[in-house]
């Protein structure tokens, strides 16, 4: 069973920065962290939990549009860590940040960085961004 702890939210006016961390524990010698691909996902008030980006197992990662060139994921496998490195920030960056996490499916869907495809979810941690 995979264990999310996400911290680093705060609150920031808008052009400012985070970073974002996710530790994760609960892998085995047989499913080691690498074996999983994350992401990093968000969710406003009144509005659907949505995809910001995701590495995949061999480091390759994609974002969700409203972030890119803003937003930097990285992983840590030495660590057992996920980052979410936010530069820039609007206000309508706002929300609660989860990380997830899951494995065995093919980069094509993992790339389109669903809810539904991650099984392991931390508690989340809250980003507020002032105009």
């Known amino acids: 069973q995979v264990h999310l702890v996400e911290s680093g939210g705060a609150s920031v006016q808008a052009g400012g920065s985070l970073r974002l961390s996710c530790s994760a524990s609960?892998?085995?010698?047989?499913?080691?962290?690498?074996?999983?691909?994350m992401g990093w996902f968000r969710q406003a008030p009144g509005k659907e939990r949505e995809g910001v980006a995701v590495?995949?197992?061999?480091?390759?990662?994609n974002y969700a549009d409203s972030v890119k060139g803003r937003f930097t994921i990285s992983k840590d496998n030495a660590k057992n860590t996920l980052y979410l490195q936010m530069n820039s920030l609007k206000p309508e960056d706002t929300g609660m940040y989860y990380c997830?996490?899951?494995?065995?499916?093919?980069?094509?869907?993992?790339?389109?960085?669903?809810?539904?495809?991650?099984?392991?979810w931390g508690q989340g941690t809250q980003v507020t961004v002032s105009s």
């Open positions: 997830a996490a899951d494995k065995g499916l093919p980069r094509f869907v993992v790339r389109l960085i669903r809810p539904a495809d991650f099984g392991y």
């Open positions: 609960g892998y085995t010698y047989t499913s080691s962290s690498r074996a999983y691909f």
């Open positions: 590495i995949d197992t061999d480091g390759s990662t």
